[in-house]
């Protein structure tokens, strides 16, 4: 019996190329495969009794209480932790801005690109037994939506058969599907990077525009802060997985060569995930550090224009320093001075001063304090 994609609970059996949706608790371990149990963070917080005894069933280990506490707090950031029964990884994906992210900024209104503002996180907490994955998703999570329709239809043939082939492409284990969740949740952000890019690149066009007089400051305070929150929550992500690629090194090795297969291609998916997280650390800190110059760049292009004005004002004011001399000199009231009672004094005095005033811009322009730049 499949649900509905906006079932609150959602429940899966996973074996060798077969996958099936069950709208009923599991009382007891399956015979082969193991469970997905996906619920929403709503549903846990209402019906952990029921979460709490099917785990009890299917793994004879429920969930201690600072757990259930770590998987129910919205704002808890990436990080791993360990039983002897079970390992609890909180990793806060990429999602938009949703009803639960405005919660979490306190309904505060953002501003800046399109793009910055459909950055946003929430925690997606995973418990993998060893038949059985717990995972806990926010009311609005589109990943396990995405990743169940992929389940579905990668353990079901065109002709409506499972087979072999489908079955490759299924998850071996708890552990596995927990990683391929998390693989999807990175790619989520590397699949932004292209528009990311183009609307920063944009933005920056616009602070160093020469004839344009930008404004929006709180929209740029607006992209730094995301973007650092952004940077924050990679750095968490990684030591998250690092801690968890640690702690797999540790299990026992398995006798078969099948199981051992299976344990190498985790360790490589795991490590694949690492690389992909410390892309986006770098991408992150890249745009960041531009977004950082782009400012920069701006207040210095703005003190490069102000100084130009500066320097043709200067300029002025030094030509017409001698003429103000002179116009004082002869405004002084005195009765005998000098080509004051002649008939070409005037014109004499007006040739000296054009005189001046060409000898002074001929010095400053031949000085480039004239020149455009």
Partial sequence: MNQSPAAPLRIFHIATGQVSESAFWPSRPPEQGFVWLAVKRSVLQERLEEVQQTLQNLSAQPLLDLHVSDLLNPQLPSHYDYTSQYDLLTFRRLSAQSSEASRQTGGRKMRGPVILRRIDTSPVGLAVFDRLLLSVHPDDCSVREAYAARLLE????????????????????????????????????????????????????????????????????????????????????????????????????????????????????????????????????????????????????????TNEVMRTLTALTAVFLPLNFITGFFGMNFEFMPAVHTSTGFWWVMGLMLGLAALVLGVFWRKRYLASR
């Fill in 154 to 305: 990668a353990g079901m043939q065109p002709n409506g058969q499972t087979g072999t082939q489908a079955g490759a492409k299924l998850p071996t284990s708890p552990a596995d599907l927990m990683i391929r969740l998390i693989n999807l949740m990175v790619d989520q952000y590397l699949d932004l990077r292209r528009e990311l890019n183009r609307q920063l690149d944009h933005w920056q066009a616009e602070l160093l525009e020469p004839k344009s007089r930008f404004s929006n400051w709180s929209a740029v305070l607006d992209a730094r802060i995301t973007l650092h929150r952004l940077d924050e929550v990679c750095e968490d992500q990684r030591s998250a997985i690092v801690d968890w690629i640690d702690a797999l090194q540790t299990w026992p090795d398995d006798p078969s060569p099948v199981l051992q297969r299976e344990r190498e291609l985790l360790k490589v998916r795991s490590r694949d995930v690492l690389e992909h997280i410390e892309r986006v650390v770098r991408h992150v800190q890249r745009l960041e550090h531009s977004t950082e110059v782009a400012v920069q760049m701006h207040f210095s292009a703005q003190s490069h224009r």
